[in-house]
Protein backbone atom coordinates (compact mmCIF):
# COMPACT_ATOMS: atom_id res chain seq x y z
CA UNK A 1 0.00 0.00 0.00
CA UNK A 2 2.66 2.42 1.02
CA UNK A 3 4.44 1.72 -2.35
CA UNK A 4 1.07 2.33 -4.48
CA UNK A 5 1.23 6.17 -2.64
CA UNK A 6 5.02 6.58 -3.18
CA UNK A 7 4.07 5.56 -7.24
CA UNK A 8 0.87 8.02 -7.39
CA UNK A 9 2.81 10.62 -5.49
CA UNK A 10 6.00 10.40 -8.08
CA UNK A 11 3.21 10.03 -10.80
CA UNK A 12 1.50 13.57 -9.44
CA UNK A 13 5.25 15.21 -8.96
CA UNK A 14 6.14 14.35 -12.70
CA UNK A 15 2.59 15.41 -14.39
CA UNK A 16 3.31 18.91 -12.53
CA UNK A 17 7.26 19.33 -13.95
CA UNK A 18 6.44 17.57 -17.71
CA UNK A 19 6.17 19.80 -20.26
CA UNK A 20 3.79 18.78 -23.49
CA UNK A 21 5.74 18.56 -26.64
CA UNK A 22 4.40 20.99 -28.92
CA UNK A 23 3.73 19.78 -32.40
CA UNK A 24 4.93 20.84 -35.79
CA UNK A 25 2.56 22.03 -37.90
CA UNK A 26 2.67 21.36 -41.45
CA UNK A 27 -0.25 22.65 -43.21
CA UNK A 28 0.83 22.84 -46.71
CA UNK A 29 2.30 21.35 -50.20
CA UNK A 30 5.71 20.98 -50.58
CA UNK A 31 6.65 24.63 -52.57
CA UNK A 32 6.97 23.62 -56.52
CA UNK A 33 9.32 25.93 -57.39
CA UNK A 34 11.97 24.93 -54.70
CA UNK A 35 13.92 21.64 -54.76
CA UNK A 36 12.16 18.97 -51.87
CA UNK A 37 15.36 18.26 -49.65
CA UNK A 38 16.70 14.53 -50.28
CA UNK A 39 16.04 13.11 -46.96
CA UNK A 40 12.53 14.12 -46.81
CA UNK A 41 9.63 12.06 -47.96
CA UNK A 42 5.36 12.78 -48.43
CA UNK A 43 2.51 11.84 -46.93
CA UNK A 44 -1.19 11.81 -48.48
CA UNK A 45 -4.59 11.01 -46.38
CA UNK A 46 -7.91 9.09 -47.56
CA UNK A 47 -9.50 11.67 -46.80
CA UNK A 48 -11.00 15.09 -47.29
CA UNK A 49 -10.77 17.48 -44.54
CA UNK A 50 -8.40 16.32 -41.37
CA UNK A 51 -5.27 15.92 -39.70
CA UNK A 52 -2.80 13.45 -38.75
CA UNK A 53 -0.57 13.11 -35.54
CA UNK A 54 2.96 11.63 -35.55
CA UNK A 55 5.66 10.77 -33.22
CA UNK A 56 8.83 10.38 -34.64
CA UNK A 57 11.61 8.13 -32.70
CA UNK A 58 13.17 11.24 -30.81
CA UNK A 59 9.62 12.21 -29.83
CA UNK A 60 8.78 14.98 -31.78
CA UNK A 61 5.14 15.37 -32.64
CA UNK A 62 4.22 16.37 -36.24
CA UNK A 63 0.54 17.46 -37.08
CA UNK A 64 0.12 17.26 -40.90
CA UNK A 65 -3.68 19.13 -41.46
CA UNK A 66 -5.87 19.69 -44.03
CA UNK A 67 -8.41 21.36 -42.00
CA UNK A 68 -9.06 25.18 -43.59
CA UNK A 69 -9.00 27.28 -40.29
CA UNK A 70 -4.95 25.75 -39.60
CA UNK A 71 -4.00 25.82 -43.76
CA UNK A 72 -5.78 29.07 -44.49
CA UNK A 73 -3.71 31.49 -41.74
CA UNK A 74 -0.42 29.92 -43.60
CA UNK A 75 -1.35 30.69 -46.89
CA UNK A 76 -1.75 34.16 -45.85
CA UNK A 77 1.53 34.58 -44.77
CA UNK A 78 3.17 33.03 -47.66
CA UNK A 79 3.50 34.13 -51.61
CA UNK A 80 1.37 31.94 -53.40
CA UNK A 81 4.42 29.84 -55.99
CA UNK A 82 4.40 30.18 -59.77
CA UNK A 83 5.27 27.96 -62.45
CA UNK A 84 7.68 28.79 -64.92
CA UNK A 85 5.47 30.80 -66.75
CA UNK A 86 4.19 32.68 -64.28
CA UNK A 87 0.82 31.56 -63.42
CA UNK A 88 -0.15 31.03 -60.11
CA UNK A 89 -0.05 27.38 -58.79
CA UNK A 90 -3.03 26.37 -56.13
CA UNK A 91 -1.39 24.66 -53.55
CA UNK A 92 -4.90 22.99 -52.53
CA UNK A 93 -4.74 20.57 -55.69
CA UNK A 94 -1.16 18.91 -53.80
CA UNK A 95 -2.34 17.10 -50.97
CA UNK A 96 1.54 15.81 -50.21
CA UNK A 97 3.14 16.94 -46.32
CA UNK A 98 6.79 16.66 -46.32
CA UNK A 99 8.12 14.74 -43.33
CA UNK A 100 11.52 14.34 -42.98
CA UNK A 101 12.97 10.43 -43.31
CA UNK A 102 12.87 8.28 -40.63
CA UNK A 103 9.91 5.71 -38.49
CA UNK A 104 7.39 7.81 -37.33
CA UNK A 105 4.18 6.13 -35.12
CA UNK A 106 0.29 7.55 -35.71
CA UNK A 107 -0.77 8.58 -32.22
CA UNK A 108 -3.99 10.32 -33.43
CA UNK A 109 -6.25 11.65 -36.06
CA UNK A 110 -9.00 13.80 -36.62
CA UNK A 111 -11.85 13.93 -39.42
CA UNK A 112 -13.83 16.61 -40.68
CA UNK A 113 -17.30 17.04 -42.43
CA UNK A 114 -20.40 19.30 -42.58
CA UNK A 115 -23.77 18.31 -42.09
CA UNK A 116 -26.83 19.35 -44.39
CA UNK A 117 -27.39 22.25 -42.18
CA UNK A 118 -23.45 23.85 -42.36
CA UNK A 119 -22.67 23.03 -39.08
CA UNK A 120 -18.76 21.47 -38.26
CA UNK A 121 -18.61 17.73 -36.97
CA UNK A 122 -15.13 16.39 -35.64
CA UNK A 123 -14.15 12.71 -34.58
CA UNK A 124 -11.02 13.27 -32.71
CA UNK A 125 -8.87 9.89 -32.08
CA UNK A 126 -5.97 9.05 -30.30
CA UNK A 127 -3.84 6.09 -29.25
CA UNK A 128 -0.42 5.48 -28.22
CA UNK A 129 0.47 3.38 -31.55
CA UNK A 130 -2.33 3.73 -33.79
CA UNK A 131 0.09 2.87 -36.56
CA UNK A 132 3.70 2.50 -38.06
CA UNK A 133 5.16 4.39 -40.98
CA UNK A 134 8.62 4.50 -42.44
CA UNK A 135 8.94 7.68 -44.31
CA UNK A 136 11.66 7.24 -47.38
CA UNK A 137 12.89 9.78 -49.51
CA UNK A 138 11.37 10.88 -52.41
CA UNK A 139 8.47 8.22 -51.70
CA UNK A 140 5.10 9.73 -51.85
CA UNK A 141 2.56 7.42 -49.28
CA UNK A 142 -0.47 7.23 -48.83
CA UNK A 143 -2.35 7.20 -44.75
CA UNK A 144 -5.60 5.37 -45.16
CA UNK A 145 -7.91 5.88 -42.16
CA UNK A 146 -11.30 4.36 -41.94
CA UNK A 147 -13.98 7.15 -40.99
CA UNK A 148 -16.58 3.90 -39.38
CA UNK A 149 -17.43 5.09 -35.79
CA UNK A 150 -17.46 1.85 -33.77
CA UNK A 151 -19.35 0.80 -30.75
CA UNK A 152 -18.24 -2.06 -28.48
CA UNK A 153 -20.46 -3.29 -25.70
CA UNK A 154 -20.26 -6.42 -22.86
CA UNK A 155 -23.41 -6.91 -21.65
CA UNK A 156 -24.36 -9.11 -18.68
CA UNK A 157 -27.62 -10.03 -16.96
CA UNK A 158 -27.13 -6.64 -14.50
CA UNK A 159 -25.16 -4.39 -16.51
CA UNK A 160 -24.18 -3.42 -19.68
CA UNK A 161 -21.08 -1.47 -20.69
CA UNK A 162 -20.31 0.54 -24.09
CA UNK A 163 -17.39 2.33 -25.93
CA UNK A 164 -16.97 4.26 -28.24
CA UNK A 165 -13.47 3.83 -31.11
CA UNK A 166 -12.22 4.86 -34.05
CA UNK A 167 -9.97 2.94 -36.58
CA UNK A 168 -6.96 1.07 -35.54
CA UNK A 169 -8.00 0.75 -31.89
CA UNK A 170 -8.54 4.05 -31.15
CA UNK A 171 -10.21 6.15 -28.00
CA UNK A 172 -12.48 8.74 -29.98
CA UNK A 173 -14.60 11.69 -29.28
CA UNK A 174 -17.16 13.73 -31.63
CA UNK A 175 -17.64 17.29 -31.44
CA UNK A 176 -20.07 19.78 -33.01
CA UNK A 177 -19.03 23.33 -33.58
CA UNK A 178 -16.46 22.57 -31.80
CA UNK A 179 -17.88 21.60 -28.93
CA UNK A 180 -17.61 17.86 -27.70
CA UNK A 181 -21.31 16.10 -27.32
CA UNK A 182 -22.55 13.58 -25.35
CA UNK A 183 -23.62 10.40 -26.96
CA UNK A 184 -26.79 8.55 -25.34
CA UNK A 185 -27.77 4.57 -26.48
CA UNK A 186 -31.17 2.83 -25.84
CA UNK A 187 -30.32 -0.83 -25.84
CA UNK A 188 -34.12 -2.70 -26.54
CA UNK A 189 -34.88 -6.54 -26.90
CA UNK A 190 -36.37 -8.13 -29.80
CA UNK A 191 -40.23 -6.70 -29.19
CA UNK A 192 -38.95 -2.99 -28.89
CA UNK A 193 -38.56 -2.44 -25.07
CA UNK A 194 -36.13 -0.58 -23.56
CA UNK A 195 -33.60 -3.25 -21.84
CA UNK A 196 -30.69 0.17 -20.66
CA UNK A 197 -30.43 3.54 -21.19
CA UNK A 198 -27.49 5.55 -20.37
CA UNK A 199 -24.79 7.80 -21.98
CA UNK A 200 -21.52 6.63 -23.12
CA UNK A 201 -18.33 7.79 -21.24
CA UNK A 202 -15.74 8.82 -23.05
CA UNK A 203 -12.41 7.43 -22.49
Given at each position: M??SKK ?13 P?R??LI ?6 T?A ?5 G??T ?7 L????TA??I ?6 ED ?18 EI ?5 R ?8 Y ?10 D?N?ER?D???SG ?11 V?Q?IKI?Q ?5 HK??S????L???G????A ?15 L ?8 YK????Y?
Open positions: TGARAALQDYLKTAQVPTVSAPDPVLPADHYLPSFDRGAIFKNGEFRLSWLETKDAAQDEEKPTDIDGADPTLDRRSLPVGETLVGYRLCRNEGWLSAPKLLKVKVKAGDQDTIRFNLTKSINGIGDLGSLAIYKAGKRIPVDFDQDAQGKSRGRIRA
